[in-house]
């Protein structure tokens, strides 16, 4: 279990934030390196000043969804940028901006939260995810 | 061949969890184990007496993409959970409710559709996955 | 890194089917093989005469990014289908249809675009993807 579990971020709604953030915290406590590669929505999610925002949540939630979300959040449950801030402390989570969704965005770095470390090529994510798994999210 | 398939299922739309019986139902007739871990929108589908309801389908489905699939329902295609069903009967097929999931939705064991097998977290989750793929649907 | 990266793309909005045709460049211009399995509606958008239409995007995307989007279209960013072309005559990249969604959709092979290799179904399709990563989009 050395290889990384590697993310590619596409949605840029809470659920699926949220989602990707625990799958991240659980892989980074079991000592697993992880790799985030953000795209197009995702990455719009993560402009600086931007990510403690509502982003919504997928159509097919609804109000009871949108309800139990909220209930949930009210109960003080972490928002998804804690939870990887925290994941971060604890193992070697890795978040890199896709440099295409980068220009569709017309983003520069100096744009996006500290949570991003860095900007890359879909090539580079590749490499780095070598052997490991690729999830789509 | 030996490693698990498995299946992180977020979305509860009829087209995403038939997609997924599917491609389920293919893993486990080729003798390969496959592990469903179900998160959000997808655990409010297992919830019982309420696989069989009508779950919608993904947004840019439109008129023609819901007629055909009511179409496909009429000339007797089986529903997912059917599909579920018959994939474990076959194989070894393990469908677990993710607990902050169960949280969210305010859920008890109870409450759920018998093709529900327990309730874990996520680490035991990516323990049971091992090497072997992880899918996000 | 000999083993294939294997999409399967399910749905059939520009924005993710343009994510996925800039994963199978990459993978492509690493020397990877990659193959694409098309369910439900990116199925649909493989349609002879279809792939150069206006699919919409996901309903995140907004007024902003649909503009963003088109922005880029403007600026001469390739189309996903012509990013597809390219990695097809550079690496080794099969496009198959699920038999499934064939018979969903109505259609026979003459009906899908030349990008379209064939038709097969899901057993065939892990059979092809092996030991490799297995990406639902």
Redesign the interface.
């Known amino acids: 279990?050395d290889?990384p579990?590697n993310l590619?971020l596409?949605?840029?709604?809470d659920?699926?934030l949220n989602?990707a953030a625990?799958?991240t915290?659980?892989?980074a406590?079991?000592g697993?390196p992880v790799n985030i590669f953000l795209?197009?929505?995702a990455l719009?999610a993560f402009r600086a000043g931007h990510v403690d925002a509502d982003?919504?949540l997928?159509?097919?939630?609804g109000a009871s969804?949108a309800k139990?979300?909220a209930d949930?959040a009210a109960a003080g449950q972490a928002p998804w940028a804690e939870t990887l801030r925290q994941a971060k402390e604890i193992g070697a989570v890795d978040i890199e901006a896709?440099s295409?969704s980068m220009?569709?965005?017309?983003l520069e770095p100096s744009d996006l939260d500290p949570l991003v470390d860095g900007v890359e090529?879909?090539?580079a994510?590749?490499?780095n995810a070598?052997?490991g798994?690729?999830?789509?999210?």
Do not use: N
């Open positions: 279990m290889e579990l590619v596409f949605s840029g709604t659920d699926k989602a625990v799958l915290a659980g892989a406590a079991l697993r795209q197009y929505w719009e982003h919504g997928a159509p097919e939630a969804g139990a979300v949930m896709c295409l220009d569709l965005l017309k090529g879909v090539t994510f590749f490499l070598g052997e798994q690729v999830v789509f999210i």
